[in-house]
């Protein structure tokens, strides 16, 4: 089976990302990665995103999804749609400077509004933010890109141990049978 790497967050010219989603994907291929989710910002996306995605074709496992902006206070979450299965992520407390106490309250926020958050991001544009690792949050803990530019792509990323199948992967990495990588510089 072997560990898959992907990553779960990033954007292309439907939003504010400089790369178009083809020219996205041939850097995450030449990156040698497994899987990568297209998650542009909901409000700027225009009506063609959803039907350009599938329209486009790679080597990758692509996941559509899109980047929330919670309604309520200043908080993006990331929706990474798969056949079946749809994983949320908290993303980036570290952009907002969060405290651990100010982030649960986000996410017990978010669920009593009936959102069921999974994950967390430990990134902020690929660097790495331990903070948010604590075991009081009770999410997952992700690494992601965040990817805008190319100084983004390959800093931080998931390897998760399912097939190659996109609710297969979800459902892994909802159970934590995944780790984390980082670029040596992405601290
Ligand atoms: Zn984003």
Do not use: C
Request: proline share 4%.
């Amino acid at each position: 089976m072997g560990w898959l790497r992907g990553n779960l967050h990033a954007h292309t010219t439907y939003s504010d990302g400089v790369k178009t989603p083809k020219e996205l994907l041939a850097e995450y291929e030449a990156l040698g990665y497994d899987f990568l989710a297209i998650t542009d910002h909901e409000d700027l996306i225009g009506s063609s995103y959803w039907r350009a995605l599938p329209r486009l074709s790679t080597r990758l496992l692509l996941f559509h999804g899109v980047e929330l902006n919670y309604r309520g206070f200043d908080q993006h979450i990331g929706r990474v749609l798969g056949d079946r299965e749809v994983l949320h992520v908290l993303n980036h407390p570290a952009r907002y400077k969060l405290s651990i106490a100010e982030t649960l309250e986000r996410v017990r926020t978010i669920q009593r509004n009936g959102l069921a958050l999974d994950a967390v991001e430990v990134t902020d544009t690929g660097h790495h933010r331990p903070l948010y690792a604590s075991g009081e949050i009770p999410l997952v803990k992700v690494a992601t890109d965040d990817a805008h530019r190319p100084m983004h792509f390959g800093r931080a990323w998931v390897e998760v141990d399912a097939p190659r199948e996109r609710d297969a992967i979800i459902r892994a990495i909802r159970a934590g049978d995944f780790r984390l990588g980082f670029a040596p510089d992405a601290d």
